[in-house]
Each structure stands twice: as structure tokens, then as C-alpha cells.
């Protein structure tokens, strides 16, 4: 059974750095491109970043391009975002997503964890 | 980069109902267009693939179609726990994707 489960959120102060993971099991992590999206409280899902199966290409949106760095450790079955200078406009929840094979819907997601940048 | 725009963004119906939301992409994307559907307080779940292949343990009552630039997404008789919100996803540049801006689908 494929699970993502995110951990590493919390309340961070404007500035702040926090780095959240995403634990992948029940398929063959290095295979898949992964991905992380974000809510804000009661608005929609943002794209945020992507990697590719081969750790090649990697994407970020605009809002967070130059702050936020995607990567994996392919041992460890674990994705990562480490996220710096943090706004209070990167409050969310965060997901992991894995993208189907060779696509670009994604087909699991985890639960999210919160992120919440206030002082 | 690629827009995506839903509408409606909110809408009410009753079980029973058919019920149609369109999504429509800045510019052409093929068949590249996913649909999620979320529940409060819930990850987001794939729905239809390429504009218009059912997902997995998907009930056959969802239905997708379009290609280009308008997409529907389409509930044939709508049931009481498919009040969610909605999501398009384009997904042309597979590692770029942009979500629309969701419609809310709510129970009249």
C-alpha cells in the first residue's frame, strides 16, 4: 500500500526557516517524480515544487523560488522541502504528492502538515 | 505559465442531480487536464486523468471530457457524500502543473 506521511510543520516567526519531510513506503520511491503543494487556510491548492524521477528537473512556483529547496534521499524513501526566509503568506498546509508513472496527475498525496508563520 | 479557471465557484444541488463544472486553461493543453476532489479538512483525490480516464475505485457517475483549452467535469446523479470541493489541474508541463481555483459544491 503506498503511504506519504509529511512531518516538520509547526508555528515559525517571519524569517524562519523550518524543513518539512515526506516518509514514502509501498512503491519504489526512485522511480516516481514527487511533488509538494500547499493550501493557505480556506483557499485553494498551490503548487509549490516538483522533483523528477531522476532528480534532474526540478521546479518551483514563483511565490517560493530562491527561499524554498526540493530534494530527496532516495535511501531513506524520504522527500523533503527546506523552506527559508519565511512570509507569513507561506501559512498552509503542505502535502507530498507522488505523480503518477511517467505523469503528471498526482495519485497519492499525504495527510499535509500545517506550516504557520507568525510572530 | 498556464492558467486555470473554474466555474462556478460555488454551487448548490440536490442528490439526484446531475451536476457539470468547466474548467478552462489560459492556453491549449492537449488532453493534459486532471480532476481532484477534496473534503474538508482532507487531502485532495484524484478523480479523472487525462481529461478524462476514471481513476481507480472512481464511481463510474464522474465523468470527464474536453481537450484544449475547456474541460467538464460531470456527476450523472449526484450523491450525498460527493458535496466536496473540486479542483482542476493541468498538468501539460508535467512538473509545472497550476490548479484552478476550486468550485464548492453544497447541498441546496
Known amino acids: 500500500e503506498v503511504q506519504l506521511v509529511e512531518s516538520g510543520g509547526g508555528l515559525v516567526k517571519p524569517g524562519g526557516s523550518l524543513r518539512l519531510s515526506c516518509a514514502a513506503s509501498g512503491f519504489t520511491f526512485s522511480s516516481y517524480s514527487m511533488n509538494w503543494v500547499r493550501q493557505a487556510p480556506g483557499k485553494g491548492l498551490e503548487w509549490v515544487s516538483s522533483?523528477?524521477?531522476?532528480?534532474?528537473?526540478?521546479y518551483y512556483a514563483d511565490s517560493v523560488k530562491g527561499r524554498f529547496t526540493i530534494s530527496r534521499d532516495i535511501a531513506k524513501s524520504s522527500l523533503y522541502l527546506e523552506m527559508n526566509s519565511l512570509r507569513a503568506e507561506d501559512s498552509a498546509v503542505y502535502y507530498c504528492?507522488?505523480?503518477?508513472?511517467?505523469?503528471?496527475?498526482?495519485?497519492?498525496w499525504g495527510q499535509g502538515t500545517l506550516v504557520t508563520v507568525s510572530s | 505559465d498556464i492558467q486555470m479557471t473554474q466555474s462556478p465557484s460555488s454551487l448548490s444541488a440536490s442528490v439526484g442531480d446531475r451536476v457539470t463544472i468547466t474548467c478552462r486553461a489560459s492556453?491549449?493543453?492537449?488532453?493534459?487536464l486532471n480532476w481532484y476532489q477534496q473534503k474538508p479538512g482532507k487531502a485532495p483525490k484524484l478523480l479523472i486523468y487525462?481529461?478524462?480516464s476514471l481513476q481507480s475505485g472512481v464511481p463510474s457517475r464522474f465523468s470527464g471530457s474536453g481537450s484544449g483549452t475547456d474541460f467538464t467535469l460531470t456527476i450523472s446523479s449526484l450523491q450525498p457524500e460527493d458535496f466536496a470541493t473540486y479542483y482542476c489541474?493541468?498538468?501539460?508541463?508535467?512538473?509545472?502543473?497550476?490548479f484552478g481555483q476550486g468550485t464548492k459544491l453544497e447541498n441546496k
Open positions: 492556453q491549449s493543453i492537449s488532453s493534459y
Open positions: 489541474q493541468q498538468s501539460y508541463n508535467t512538473l509545472m502543473c497550476s
Open positions: 522533483i523528477s524521477s531522476s532528480d534532474i528537473y526540478i
Open positions: 504528492a507522488r505523480a503518477g508513472y511517467r505523469s503528471g496527475w498526482y495519485d497519492y
Open positions: 487525462a481529461a478524462s
